[in-house]
Structures are given as structure tokens and as C-alpha cells.
């Protein structure tokens, strides 16, 4: 929203006509120059570019963008210059301080909703008689009070509104507890509890809140299990349940395991599996998958082995690679880098469980065997050529057919050359083909234009890609550690966005921590930045220092050769007409513009011819 109302601004106002409104500005080639209002000349030196809705001085280097040329004219701060902005365009702010604090203020509120009735919960099961039931059935399935407890588990009674009761006595309203999802109002306008008779799993986020509940029905109602409907703390697509309590270790290990169900992850925790996570679901959502490839570089997926769990594996590998591979990939450093470019980036794996078990039972049941399917987890790639081609060859050649349709597309993304002939020469054996006929239907698909694999999955498919700008900004956001040294010899001059100058001083001050402090204004957009690169591998410090360097370096490059292009096409009007002042001031700019930018300059050899001159 805050977002959107400095976007609108800057889409509504001219440059030129703003900037004409107080300087005389002359027309020179596509753009216009002016005297420079930041430092004394005689000669015009102060640049405005329509095309890029920016100014640039070459004398001083003053630069900017509409916004940023009225805080420094009218020596406004950042709001006061959009305030003064949407003013003259006739918008309306939408975002006000008031409103989000009121949303923050709702939230926490929820939160702490959320944080009594877990407290009643597991006061419930452990404390009273009505949570014996709850008690019988922890202990028949073998969690121990302790990781009971490290799990917050607790039990809703069979009654219809005893933590309706109990949370009205604290004051809450009965509209609050409904948005809470504690709560249900029936048609007839009744009030009853969500959760009864179930054992209850808190769902937290990564600091631990609690986001929603699980609960699972301890008599024949159904479903079985029950969760939290969508509230404004609650997303089922973007949970994993106990990450919280997997974080550090998954850090630790770089590699996470998933599995499915609560149970599922308690145990594996209990057993000291404790970098396992639950999806929750049948399949592993494209943010569930983004949020733990932040985390690790492998990735264990460890779901049931019945019929319905392949299929839910194979739409989960299906979910995680698009997430991955939509992910932009840092392109800093061809050479270092270009791993991320013909790879995803992470190690996706399947541990295979026999039949008929899911890793709750197994961890128990047959500890050995459970660290073997771990130990031998079966690569993406063949566990998915396993569950497409099965065991039998196909008994048609049209059936041979139709499957090599199905897992062409996988083939051309393994990218790696050596890997796609390898897999080609498998599917061919396994398929009874002749090896020549699948190359062929491989390089068809190739010509063939690829159709987004990401609109069907939530993802906007006509997402812009970042600017250089954004792209460097979003790396000072991601990587702090790495950006300090940046940070000191960043020049403001290299950014146009004011919102980028804004980020840059609230790091440089160090206001901000990693999650807090941002001012409103700026919230939405810094985190729009840094979900557009969420899902990028996490570079380790030398190369995260390597690519801000890089971007930096690209940055300026840009800048460069944007100005001197346009001094070029001045210098040739200059010519062609012989207006030899003209001349002279444009090539008195481009002497001004290499002491800006010394490194695009190298001195040149006096013994070779130097072909490192700037592309016009
Ligand atoms: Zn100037």
C-alpha cells in the first residue's frame, strides 16, 4: 500500500515539466539541460533524461529522481517531498502511519489470543481430568511428555464453548475469537468452540508465535485432523510446522528433511531427527519450498509410500522445482557462479519408505531401517523417472510415446549436458527405444518456445524483472554483513530511485535492524525486494561480498554509459551543424564525466592500440 502510493507518485509526475517549472530548461538532443541549481556555473552542466525520469548534474553530480530533486530544492525529508508530490498530481495518499500501526496493534492482538489459548490448552491436558483422554493417547503414541511440552501440544475438551468462556472472561470480544479461528459462528448466530474433543497442535512461526492450531479428533469425528482456517496470522501454504524448533539445525546441517504430518515431525524430533519439518499438507507449496531453500542446500523429502503418498511426492517435487527454478539467480559472476545458473542451486532427494509406512512408524518401528532410507536418499531425477515410467517397459509404442512426452521436460532442465545424456541413454533403455529417437524428441522440445511452468502456480507470470538498481539493493537487504563495506562507498550519485537512497541512509544509520524499523513508506517495497530474491541461493560471505561487488560495478557501468551516450549524440549534432560552443561544452561534460567515473578509463598503453574505449 505505502508501496504503491510512491509508485503512483512517480508514474504521475513529469520530470521535465516539474523541473521546468523552476529551471529554464533548454532542449539539448532527446534531453534537456539547465543551469544546476546545486553549484555555481556558467555553462549549463545540469541534465534532465525523460526517458529515464531522472537528472543528473555533470558538473557536481547531483542526481535523482522527482522526488529526491524536491527534497533537495525545498530541503524536505522523504514524506513531506511525496506529500508535496501527490499534492501537485492531484493523489491521494492512501498509507498514514495510524493505519498500519492500527494493523500491527490487530495482529498482536491475535497473537496474544492465540498465545492464551495455547496456555489453556496445555493447561487442559496436562493439569485436569478432562485431558486424560489426550494423556491415553500421547502415550500409546509414544511422545514423551517432555517433547509434548517442547511442542506446546495440549488438548480442547468435548465441550461446545469452554475456551469461549474462559477467553471472554479476558476480555476478548466474540468477533476477535471468530477472526482468530478459535471460535465458530454457527447460521443461527451461535457461538461453539473450533476445536473439540481433538488434541491440539500449535502451529508457530519462525520466533516461535503462534500462528494457528491442528487438531486431531480424538472419537469418529471427521476430519480427522482440523486446522485453523485462513486468518490474518494463518497461511496453511506458507506454514512448516516446527520449523521454529528445525531452524538452527537445518542451518547447521544445510539440509532439511520434510515430512508430512504432525506426528510425523514430533517423532522424527523426539528421536533426534531435529532439523525435520511437516508441509502439512499432501504437497510441499512453492513458499513452503522457497522458505527452506533459504535455509538449506538439500533437501529430504520423506513422505508416505502409499499410492496416494507417491502421487503426493511427485506433485510436491513438481511444486518445489518450479519454486526454485522461478527463482532469479544471481548472475554476478559468470565463472563463480554459473553453478546457480545450470543447476537449481539445492540437492532435492526422496527418502524412499517401504510400503504401508510413514516415518512416524518407522523411526519407531525399525530405527535401522529408517537411518538407511536416510542414509540413501534416491536423487530427484530418478525417483521421478522411477514413479513415471514404473517397472514394466511400455507395452505400446504409442505408451512409449506418451511417457517420453512426460518426462522430456524434466530432462532439459537437469541443463548439465553430461547429466542429460546419461538420463537420455536411461529412459531410452527403459523405454525400448532406440536412443536416437529420444534425442530427437529432446531437441524438438528444445526449439519448441517453453511454456512458463509458473502460471499455473500463483506466480505472476509478466512479473518485471529488477533493475540494476533493485537488483544491488536487494542484495544490501539480504546480505548485511557483507553490505557494510558497500555501504561506505556507495555513491548516492549511482542511484536514481529515492526510495533506493532512503534504504541506503536507514542502513548506513543503522536504524533498522533485520525485520524492524523500517519507515512506512519504505516496509512494503523493502519487502517486495527482498521476496523477489528470497528464493536465491544463499551465497556464503566471499561470494555475497563478490556479487554486491559485481552489481555495484554493473551499476555504475549502466550510469556511464547512459550519460556518455548522451553527450555523444550531443557532440554529433554539435558537428553536423558547426555550432563549435555546443561542441566544446559537450566535450568539457565528457572530460567531467571520466573524472566521475575513473574506472571505466584505464590509462592507456602507449604501445598498443587500447580497444577498451566505452560502446557507444
Ligand atoms: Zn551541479
Wanted: glycine letters at 6%.
Amino acid at each position: 500500500m505505502a508501496r504503491e502510493d510512491v509508485e503512483r507518485v512517480r508514474e504521475a509526475i513529469d520530470i521535465v515539466e516539474l523541473i521546468g517549472s523552476t529551471l529554464d530548461l533548454r532542449k539539448a538532443g532527446k534531453n534537456y539541460k539547465a543551469l544546476c541549481p546545486f553549484h555555481q556555473e556558467k555553462t549549463p552542466s545540469f541534465y534532465v533524461f525523460p526517458e529515464t525520469q531522472s537528472f543528473y548534474c555533470f558538473g557536481c553530480g547531483a542526481s535523482g529522481d522527482a522526488i529526491t530533486f524536491v527534497m533537495r530544492t525545498e530541503q524536505l525529508g522523504f514524506r513531506e517531498a511525496l506529500e508535496r508530490l501527490a499534492e501537485r498530481a492531484g493523489i491521494t495518499l492512501q498509507s498514514s502511519r495510524l493505519h498500519d500501526d492500527q494493523e500491527d496493534e490487530h495482529r498482536q492482538r491475535l497473537f496474544e489470543l492465540n498465545r492464551l489459548a495455547a496456555a489453556w490448552f496445555a493447561h487442559v491436558l496436562w493439569s485436569t481430568a478432562f485431558g486424560e483422554p489426550a494423556r491415553a493417547y500421547l502415550e500409546r503414541r509414544g511422545v514423551d511428555r517432555a517433547t509434548a511440552e517442547r511442542f506446546g501440544l495440549g488438548f480442547a475438551p468435548d465441550a461446545p464453548a469452554a475456551l469461549l468462556r474462559y477467553l471472554t472472561q479476558r476480555g476478548a470480544s466474540a468477533d476477535e475469537l471468530v477472526q482468530a479461528g478459535l471460535v465458530v459462528r454457527r447460521d443461527d448466530g451461535s457461538l461453539v468452540d473450533r476445536f473439540r474433543n481433538r488434541v491440539i497442535f500449535p502451529i508457530r512461526d519462525r520466533q516461535g508465535r503462534i500462528l494457528g492450531f491442528g487438531g486431531r479428533s480424538l472419537g469418529d469425528v471427521q476430519p480427522k485432523y482440523l486446522n485453523s482456517p485462513q486468518t490474518p496470522l494463518f497461511d496453511k501454504s506458507s506454514v512448516l510446522y516446527a520449523l521454529d524448533l528445525a531452524e538452527e539445525s537445518i542451518r547447521a546441517q544445510r539440509s532439511a528433511i520434510v515430512v508430512e504430518g504432525y506426528l510425523d515431525a514430533i517423532t522424527a524430533h523426539q528421536f533426534g531427527y531435529s532439523n525435520t519439518v511437516a508441509s502439512l499438507g499432501t504437497a510441499l507449496t512453492e513458499r513452503q519450498g522457497k522458505l527452506l531453500r533459504r535455509l538449506a542446500d538439500r533437501i529430504l523429502l520423506a513422505l508416505d509410500a502409499d499410492a496416494a503418498g507417491r502421487q503426493a511426492t511427485l506433485r510436491g517435487l513438481e511444486l518445489l522445482r518450479t519454486a526454485l527454478a522461478d527463482a532469479e539467480r544471481p548472475v554476478a559472476d559468470p565463472r563463480q557462479l554459473v553453478r546457480f545458473e545450470r543447476t537449481l542451486g539445492v540437492e532435492l532427494a526422496v527418502v524412499v519408505l517401504p510400503e504401508g509406512f510413514d516415518p512416524d512408524d518407522l523411526i519407531r518401528q525399525d530405527r535401522p531401517r529408517w537411518e538407511a532410507a536416510l542414509a540413501r536418499p534416491v536423487p530427484l531425477v530418478d525417483y521421478y523417472l522411477d514413479a513415471l515410467l514404473g517397472s514394466q517397459p511400455p507395452a505400446h509404442p504409442r505408451e512409449a510415446a506418451a511417457l517420453l512426452e512426460r518426462v522430456a521436460p524434466l530432462l532439459l532442465e537437469l541443463g548439465d549436458p553430461v547429466q542429460v545424456d546419461l538420463y537420455t541413454r536411461a529412459v531410452a533403455h527403459r523405454l525400448h527405444l532406440p536412443e536416437e529417437t529420444v534425442r530427437r524428441l529432446l531437441a524438438s522440445y528444445r526449439r519448441r518456445p517453453v511454456k512458463s511452468s509458473s502460471s499455473t502456480n500463483g506466480q505472476q507470470p509478466g512479473q518485471r524483472p529488477l533493475t540494476t538498481e533493485q537488483q544491488l539493493i536487494a542484495l544490501l537487504l539480504r546480505y548485511p554483513d557483507a553490505a557494510a563495506i558497500f555501504l561506505e562507498e556507495l555513491d548516492q550519485e549511482s542511484l536514481l530511485d529515492v526510495r533506493h537512497r532512503e534504504i541506503v541512509q536507514a542502513l548506513r544509520s543503522g536504524v533498522v535492524g533485520a525485520e524492524t524499523g523500517w519507515p512506512d513508506e519504505l516496509t512494503e517495497y523493502v519487502a517486495f525486494l527482498r521476496e523477489r530474491v528470497a528464493a536465491q541461493p544463499d551465497l556464503p560471505a566471499p561470494l555475497a561480498r563478490q556479487a554486491l561487488r559485481d552489481a555495484l560495478r554493473r551499476l555504475r557501468r549502466e550510469r556511464h554509459d547512459e550519460r556518455l551516450r548522451s553527450l555523444l549524440s550531443e557532440v554529433r549534432v554539435a558537428e553536423q551543424t558547426g555550432d563549435r560552443a555546443a561542441l566544446r561544452s559537450a566535450l568539457e561534460l565528457i572530460e567531467a564525466l571520466k573524472q566521475r567515473f575513473p574506472e571505466f578509463y584505464p590509462e592507456r598503453s602507449p604501445y598498443f592500440r587500447d580497444t577498451r574505449d566505452p560502446v557507444t
